[in-house]
């Protein structure tokens, strides 16, 4: 039977069943960081071959599904360690609101990565049994994310994990799993998205810096301190957006990829909308627009490198 931390008072509500249940428990609005990578990475791949679209919807349910298992690992760890309550924004909430057990979560999880794994198998043998290693090691840093004995979230290297496995990677393994290799194109265009994932990881710890550090955690927002930690992210807007106007100036990526640049409005509100906000429920409107930054930059550019193949 699963127990209840001493830090939570009363008990789980009554388990609910519907798949609303479920599926606010992938976190829906975080995975347009892993669709992103897989759209631009397959663009790219588009402008030197004719793209297997089997296997770019394979490498985009793989994805999508270990970062569901990643964020339901999230879930049930958090919970196991008290640093979720019914009050507790910006989760998924299966286990504190809706009263599904912490086992059940766990058991998801797994179940989530053996479907990814049984879907590389394929990609696997479509393209190079290399990719199981790669992508064993991609799941380990999804477990742990928030899993193990330190888990990465609880320290200052949370947001270059994130931005490394859930972008870079995945804009290199989804080029090379169409096009048998890896360009310099694709490892340069890959550092402005993984830059913008770890945003949205650095804006999820703003929010939940004073709960993070009553709970013993060390992230990189704590460590700097709220202040900083909202100009650190402005940085991380900015060398994203110069990263991106440097590979134009350089032809590494056709000019349209400046379409990217129209997301900086909303970087720039996702920024100030953290300035004078300490309780995490003002801040959700600030994290929510950085993960639209994400989500804007990422399709703009998807969409530039199109049009500069095309035209």
């Not at 209840?4 to 479920?22: C, K, L, N, S």
């Not at 912490?102 to 990609?123: E, H, Q, S």
Request: with cysteine; hydrophobic share 55%; charged share 15%.
């Amino acid at each position: 039977m699963d127990m209840q931390p001493v830090t939570h008072i009363g008990h789980r509500p009554p388990a609910r069943r519907d798949w609303r249940v479920f599926w606010r428990l992938t976190r829906p609005h975080t995975l347009t960081a892993t669709f992103v990578p897989v759209c631009v990475g397959t663009v790219l791949a588009l402008g030197e071959t004719s793209v297997n679209w089997l296997l770019f919807v394979a490498m985009m349910a793989a994805s999508l599904l270990i970062q569901a298992a990643t964020n339901m690992f999230n879930e049930y760890y958090d919970y196991k360690r008290g640093l979720d309550s019914p009050e507790s924004v910006g989760i998924g909430g299966a286990i504190v609101r809706d009263g599904l057990k912490p086992k059940t979560v766990l058991a998801l999880a797994f179940a989530c990565f053996g479907a990814a794994m049984l879907i590389g198998v394929y990609i696997c043998a479509q393209s190079s049994w290399w990719l199981a290693l790669v992508g064993t090691v991609c799941m380990a840093a999804g477990y742990f994310y928030t899993g193990g004995p330190v888990p990465i979230a609880y320290t200052p290297f949370g947001e270059l994990a994130a931005g490394f496995f859930m972008g870079f990677m995945i804009i290199l393994i989804s080029f090379f799993i169409q096009t048998g290799g890896v360009s310099k194109e694709a490892v340069l265009v890959a550092v402005p998205v993984a830059i913008f994932i770890g945003a949205i990881l650095l804006a999820n710890n703003i929010r939940d810096l004073d709960g993070d550090r009553e709970k013993g955690r060390k992230t990189l927002a704590i460590l700097v301190g709220r202040d900083w930690a909202i100009r650190v992210l402005a940085m991380m807007f900015a060398a994203a957006f110069l990263w991106t106007v440097a590979l134009v100036l350089f032809g590494i990526v056709p000019f349209w990829a400046m379409l990217a640049l129209l997301s900086a409005p909303k970087a720039a509100a996702a920024a100030r909308g953290f300035i004078g906000k300490t309780k995490p429920a003002e801040m959700m409107p600030a994290m929510k627009a950085t993960a639209q930054t994400n989500t804007q930059f990422g399709f703009l550019l998807a969409i530039g490198l199109l049009v500069g193949q095309w035209l």
